[in-house]
């Protein structure tokens, strides 16, 4: 049945703020996961506005569980860039990109241009999403 959530129980939370000259600074808006939404829930659902030139989704990471992220751009002409593993996509207006569960990913904006994307990561029955897991090579960029 429907679920309603409120905007002030969605979680907004700046990421990668302070770290790396802000090279990956976004803000990241969780609407439904195990927190907040019904607890049959089978996904975690959310949106992230990625500011011009900067990474998102960074450091790359993986779960075993597939998402999907449609892209909208502030200006039509907008577009970024999205690692999938080894391979690295175009995205503009409108695309949208299906993550096979366990490949490593990230992305970025091209510089003049504000990147938002919804995310959805469905659960699987022998394992609920519960956070990414960032490559091994490029962890140690979450230190500040």
Same mark, same amino acid.
């Given at each position: 049945? #429907?679920? *309603?959530?409120?905007?002030? &129980?969605?979680?907004?939370?700046? &990421?990668?703020?302070?770290?790396?000259?802000? =090279?990956?600074?976004?803000?990241?808006?969780? $609407? !439904?996961?195990?927190? @907040?939404?019904?607890?049959?829930?089978?996904?975690?659902?959310? @949106? !992230?506005? =990625?500011? #011009?030139?900067?990474?998102?989704?960074?450091?790359?990471? *993986?779960?075993?569980?597939?998402?999907?992220? *449609? $892209?909208?751009?502030?200006?039509?002409? /907008? $577009?970024?860039?999205?690692? *999938? /593993?080894?391979? !690295?996509?175009?995205?503009?207006?409108?695309?949208?990109?299906?993550?096979?569960?366990? &490949?490593?990913? =990230?992305?970025?904006? =091209?510089?003049? $241009?504000?990147?938002?994307?919804?995310?959805?990561?469905?659960?699987?029955?022998?394992?609920?999403?519960? /956070?990414?897991?960032?490559?091994?090579?490029?962890?140690?960029?979450?230190? &500040?």
């Amino acid at each position: 049945s #429907p679920h *309603h959530v409120p905007p002030e &129980r969605c979680r907004s939370e700046p &990421r990668g703020q302070g770290a790396r000259d802000d =090279a990956a600074f976004r803000w990241v808006r969780t $609407y !439904v996961d195990d927190r @907040e939404g019904p607890a049959a829930a089978r996904l975690v659902l959310g @949106e !992230v506005r =990625a500011l #011009p030139g900067r990474w998102s989704s960074y450091p790359p990471h *993986h779960h075993p569980q597939p998402e999907l992220y *449609h $892209y909208r751009f502030a200006d039509p002409r /907008g $577009y970024g860039h999205a690692e *999938h /593993g080894d391979e !690295v996509a175009k995205v503009t207006d409108g695309d949208t990109l299906c993550i096979e569960g366990g &490949r490593t990913h =990230a992305q970025c904006a =091209a510089p003049g $241009y504000d990147m938002f994307y919804l995310w959805a990561i469905r659960h699987l029955d022998a394992a609920r999403y519960d /956070g990414p897991t960032f490559d091994p090579e490029h962890r140690w960029l979450l230190k &500040r």
